[in-house]
């Protein structure tokens, strides 16, 4: 009777309980103690061991609870029947291709997402957040899942004021990022539906489509911006379009495709147009135009934006405004959400809108973002000369240019890289037959990098490219 | 020529140039500016309104911009052809259906997600929060789209010692809330794949596996957890399970199941088990039981786990371990995406974690839920004497009542409702046959009530059912 081979530690941190159970687990799983056994009474177990009956209770309930061992009543503990285990995998690191590839070092990156977060008024942020967290520990419990009221009310305000959007709060929903509230619009949408994305365009919107499994038709543009009469051609029912400033041609959609687009849209209840707005907070040399979705009445119209670039990257804070027919939807199908958003964080926001704070961040770094773009255009044209030709600068924090130097893509990439400046090549952006890409293109963002690094990184790349 | 009519107001802080676009854009919707109509030279517009040629330019390039009007080098500016707009919706506020019902109004709440955000160190987490914010503005950058490095070391650790979770960090997907994370682990299983749901179980889960339009089976439940028979006969290739504490019938799995449905999950290499450990913190009468995924070598086990019970429901931070394989295809299908938690939260829950304040206040509302769980069975044992039947309560944050007074469960909620007690009947967690259902059964969450208001609640329930 194996039980009574225990070896307990009177003076070990362990309980005696534990000890006891570890001991039995074992006898079990090597198979010392067979299936349907009987173990010792509790009785002969304290009397042998010299531990008390509730220390071997402790052990047995365990046990039993866990599923090592089962209780007749009247008769006594009996082990039970496990499976056996097949090893499985041996190593506990991953197999060593899972290993990120580390990226080659470079000393300059012409992000298209950067932006500079030391013209952030981050102490003002800080001081709100502090305010919010020691005012409001309400907020620990749980909040509205389309984000708290006070939040969306100043949101539709923002939205209305700056971009033209009507729309009510109701219809907001606030989320943790682009990607979350796209995937988030997917599941609104028909299963069936059929989507029209910009080409070139987001390789991220298209990853996200495709890892949800939904169709995705490519969409040539023209310079208006996503050919309508591709469009009607391709059977979508969705089209996903930037049309403030397309990523990444910087076209700005002219009121006449918008419309065009809207009619599109109009002509079958199952078809919508997604509004990706993200950049539209900056404009150089143009006046905002009102976002689309103030066109449609709010009907056809799903609107993205975010403050990922208008406030700072790791702010994970987009939103949402959805047409009535599918904030039904939403109602209906999201019953058992919870918001994605800290409400700390959504409280300090709207604070920093109602305090006109992100007015008044929005006009200094609009200006600041125009010194860069004007400097670094003013040195790549000192560099290049004709060489060059630039395109999409209206607007937005980064703007194409083609190297009429002889070199491709990936070449111009590759030297850049040699010299220590990373650069995107438009064909990054681009799906299908690489010969119909604009030829020795480049995605400049210039955001993220001052006046003196923006000097810096075009002298690098001239001798790169010369 | 109509653009002679335009009436500027020089008195106005309207900027001139934004008056002579607005007007030009209403006579041309209005069709007063008929289409290929040539507009006046700007020379001329200068000179017959009296403004600056600047003016006249800015005005013109914003509607060239936007569509409007085309420029037609060496001859002038013309009109474009616009889409007529059908009118859509006419008001600008959601059908009335759209309101969300207001819920009748109640004094107790019997939450099975509810915990006491009092007892929850609100003041150290406050000032963890502050400390890291005024130490780390470099975190407004992007951060590692899995959760930060930090934070997956501390969670990692964490999970090791109380759960017996064994990964490395690279394994670990931080995310904000369960409900995202398993959007994620769906976009990372076949698409073709057939989900094992416990039938009765998590609303929740079947709720987000089918708004991903994915295919679901509910599997019985029998005395030890998920029936192995009913799963091995459904076809389905992954199981969903809550072994830990059964939601909500509050059974824990023991091991000579959770091995038999680990040894089903290896017989197909597209077989996996997504374990959800959602209360697994709160254990009363019995040891924690280590988690699955400590049994399977991480290789068929997908574990999540939240701290929207632990600390608190706002606190959305949620995380993923993944076995080697679906890391592998989240690392190619994820390239893109950004994490969904605030890094600032996930600094500050890193050093939460790190100085053990997480581990003290487990210990803490450990104590202050057993407390609360004792005190409202002892109520309602002398409320209700052997009319009730408690089950389920060895763990986490909920139990089951059965009450024998012969009616049905649906007039149990309602009476409760009536004395202003909510609580929500078992039906509402099981799909299919009603009958097979357990009769005249309530699944009772006390977390969130302090012993006075459980004496209270239970003073109303004796009312409303005898």
Not at 176 to 203: I, K, S
Not at 343 to 358: D, N, S
Not at 366 to 378: E, S
Request: glycine share 6%.
């Amino acid at each position: 009777m194996n039980a009574f081979l225990c070896k307990l530690d009177f003076n070990r941190k362990h309980p005696l309980y534990l000890q006891l159970y570890s001991f039995l687990v074992q006898e079990i799983k090597s198979g010392n103690l067979k299936v349907d056994e009987r173990l010792p009474s509790k009785k002969a177990v304290c009397a042998h061991l010299g531990i008390s009956q509730s220390t071997v209770e402790t052990a047995y309930d365990m046990l039993s609870a866990e599923g090592y061992i089962r209780s007749i009543p009247r008769s006594g503990y009996y082990v039970c029947q496990l499976e056996r285990l097949e090893p499985s995998e041996p190593s506990l690191s991953p197999p060593t291709a899972l290993i990120k590839a580390p990226e080659p070092p470079y000393r300059f990156y012409f992000s298209t997402s950067a932006v500079d977060i030391k013209a952030f008024p981050y102490a003002s942020w800080a001081k709100l957040h502090k305010e919010v967290m020691y005012q409001n520990p309400e907020l620990l419990q749980r909040g509205d899942a389309q984000g708290d009221d006070c939040l969306r009310e100043s949101l539709c305000k923002f939205l209305r004021e700056y971009r033209g959007v009507h729309c009510n709060p109701d219809q907001i929903v606030v989320g943790a990022g682009m990607e979350y509230l796209l995937d988030l619009v997917l599941q609104l949408l028909d299963q069936d539906a059929v989507f029209a994305l910009e080409n070139p365009g987001y390789d991220t919107t298209y990853h996200i489509i495709r890892n949800n499994g939904r169709s995705v038709v490519d969409i040539p543009l023209d310079r208006d911006g996503m050919s309508i009469t591709h469009l009607a051609q391709s059977g979508a029912t969705v089209a996903y379009v930037t049309p403030s400033h397309q990523f990444p041609m910087g076209i700005t959609m002219p009121i006449g495709r918008r419309t065009q687009l809207l009619k599109w849209a109009n002509e079958s209840p199952n078809r919508y147009i997604i509004e990706d707005d993200y950049d539209s907070e900056f404009r150089f040399n143009i006046r905002p135009i009102p976002a689309m979705q103030g066109l449609s009445l709010h009907s056809k119209v799903i609107y993205v934006g975010t403050f990922s670039r208008s406030i700072a990257p790791s702010i994970r804070v987009a939103y949402l405004v959805l047409p009535p027919a599918l904030l039904q939807r939403y109602l209906e199908k999201f019953t058992f959400s919870s918001s994605t958003v800290s409400r700390f964080e959504q409280y300090t926001l709207c604070r920093f809108l109602e305090r006109g704070l992100f007015s008044r961040h929005l006009n200094r770094v609009g200006n600041l973002y125009k010194q860069r773009k004007d400097h670094v255009i003013k040195q790549l044209e000192k560099a290049f000369g004709n060489q060059i030709a630039i395109q999409g600068d209206n607007a937005g924090l980064h703007f194409l240019i083609q190297i009429k130097n002889g070199m491709e893509e990936s070449e111009l990439v590759r030297r850049a890289l040699e010299q220590g400046v990373k650069i995107n090549g438009i064909s990054r952006y681009f799906r299908g037959d690489v010969k119909q890409c604009p030829s020795s293109t480049l995605v400049l963002g210039y955001a993220g990098l001052c006046q003196q690094e923006l000097s810096d990184a075009v002298c690098l790349l001239k001798k790169a490219w010369n």
